[in-house]
């Protein structure tokens, strides 16, 4: 089994600045990809950061210049550092990993179970 559990969720006032975490466990042979989705309620699922394990990155763009994706190969964990957030950054987000299972011969995409995110006065 795969498991991708985020934190970092929370409260935060307009300017203000959070760190999210997700952490990719259990039999994993390899991770390719992996980024963060946020979701508002009726809304689609849209793609905030992406990063590939050698490094290269690909951003919203109402995120770029505030928000910075990351990860810890060795870990298995991605991060999203955000700055400057507004509360049109309010949604739940989601991590996901496009990974290989060591019993599998394929790609698989897994999500996290998401976390809140809350920019408000």
């Known amino acids: 089994q795969v498991q991708l559990v985020e934190s970092g969720g929370g409260l935060v006032q307009p300017g203000g600045s959070l760190r999210l975490s997700c952490t990719a466990s259990g039999n994993i042979f390899r991770i390719n990809t992996m980024g963060w989705y946020r979701q508002t309620q009726g809304q689609q699922r849209d793609m905030v950061a992406l990063i590939t394990a050698g490094g290269i990155t690909n951003y919203m763009d109402s995120v770029k210049g505030r928000f910075t994706i990351s990860r810890d190969n060795a870990l298995n964990t991605v991060y999203l550092q955000m700055h400057s957030l507004n509360p049109e950054d309010t949604a739940v987000y989601y991590c996901?990993?496009?990974?290989?299972?060591?019993?599998?011969?394929?790609?698989?995409?897994?999500w996290g179970q998401g976390t809140q995110v809350t920019v408000s006065s």
């Open positions: 996901n990993a496009d990974l290989i299972r060591t019993d599998a011969t394929h790609i698989g995409r897994y």
